[in-house]
């Protein structure tokens, strides 16, 4: 066995700008990654993400370009050539693709597959090229860690000479966040009084807002202090006006469309609320319900896969298009405490079961795999 410490190159850019749900996937893995006694070597398009967890001597900060490189152009014509000159053992690309033209072992992340299941949720030209990319970069890759098992199984049936390359590998829970505060202060910075529902991630077509707005207007009428706030970044194709939608529904008193928050003030959130609700029709996992159950905030989840895999037990479970059992399942966990402490306290044993530490330390079992190591 080798015992030199591995040289692992990693694709880097969903650490920059704002990361979501994939720039917190990959900041987990690095903050354990580091102390692993490894060398990481972290590739930027342009400037370095100003990110204090860097700041460490496992890591090596490596700008690639002046930041104004298409993606394409950045992964095959300026990555290979560092890669070589920095002796790479592995290179892991967190986010669907990997440099094709690169010589060295790759692992490659794959959380989902929608852009084969919804093609409409995203504009043709750029479905296609998802579609290219991942395929060719799955053969080039020598393992490829999925979040769930229903993950794994659309990759096989996908991509079926290559299955066994899929390794189900779960993520964590909410460890990296903030702490979270007192709820009532939470509350107070929120500005909120009566009831207050979350969702959390970037909305998509497949993710049901219309349907979750139209719930929370049935709602309105009987609870008129409800407040749903919506956190992420609108981001549907066809694009569907939120804004227009809410004003439309009257809901301008009840629902906020917060777009992107930072980090300690999700943390106010998941304190605040006295639910969640993540409907969706596909999902890869669904890493913000899992922090939200981590903080005790009972859920509401469509029953579609994989959340209805993952959450089962631990959320009222629904048909994400279906408006009115929506709100009748959010009226339900509003209305009985002895439901929401029942919720609760599922969906704190299932966050219990889930590690960043295990999902970083079963990464890098496969990135010394695959390098040989």
Not at 125 to 133: E, I, P, S, T
Not at 211 to 221: G, H, I, P, Q, S
Not at 241 to 249: F, H, I, Y
Request: glycine residues 8%.
């Amino acid at each position: 066995m080798d015992a030199r410490p591995a040289v692992v190159g990693i694709d880097a850019r969903e650490l920059a700008g704002r990361p979501t749900g994939t720039g917190r996937y990959l900041r987990n893995l690095i903050r354990h990654w580091r102390e692993s006694g490894d060398r990481l070597v972290c590739y930027f398009n342009g400037p370095p993400a100003l990110d204090p967890l860097l700041d460490h001597p496992a890591i090596r900060k490596r700008p690639l370009g002046d930041g104004c490189a298409r993606g394409l152009w950045w992964q095959e014509r300026l990555v290979p050539p560092a890669a070589r000159q920095d002796g790479l053992d592995v290179f892991f690309s967190p986010a669907y693709s990997c440099p094709l033209s690169l010589a060295t072992p790759r692992v490659t992340a794959v959380h989902d597959l929608s852009f084969f299941a919804h093609p409409q949720d995203f504009a043709f030209a750029d479905a296609l090229r998802r579609r290219v990319l991942v395929g060719l970069s799955l053969r080039a890759s020598r393992l490829v860690p999925v979040c769930s098992d229903f993950t794994r199984r659309e990759l096989a049936r996908l991509f079926p000479d290559l299955a066994g390359r899929a390794v189900h590998v779960p993520l964590g829970p909410d460890d990296d966040l903030p702490p979270p505060p007192p709820r009532d202060e939470a509350r107070a910075r929120l500005g909120v009084r009566g009831p207050y529902l979350i969702t959390v991630g970037a909305v998509l077509n497949r993710r049901c807002a219309p349907e979750l707005l139209r719930a929370v207007a049935r709602l309105a009428t009987r609870r008129p202090g409800l407040v749903l706030d919506v956190v992420g970044e609108n981001r549907t194709h066809p694009r569907i006006d939120l804004e227009a939608m809410v004003r439309t529904l009257g809901l301008q008193a009840h629902v906020r469309l917060s777009g992107f928050v930072d980090e300690p003030e999700l943390a106010d959130r998941y304190a605040a609320a006295d639910a969640a609700v993540f409907l969706s029709e596909y999902e890869g996992f669904g890493l913000p319900a899992l922090e939200a159950a981590a903080r005790g905030v009972p859920l509401v989840a469509g029953r579609a896969p994989s959340q209805g895999e993952i959450f089962r037990g631990a959320a009222l479970l629904v048909d994400p298009r279906d408006e009115t059992a929506v709100a009748a399942a959010l009226d339900r966990v509003l209305s009985d405490v002895g439901l929401r402490a029942a919720l609760a306290a599922a969906g704190h044993a299932l966050a219990a079961r889930h590690s960043w530490a295990e999902t970083a330390s079963r990464t890098r079992a496969l990135l010394l795999e695959a390098a040989g190591r």
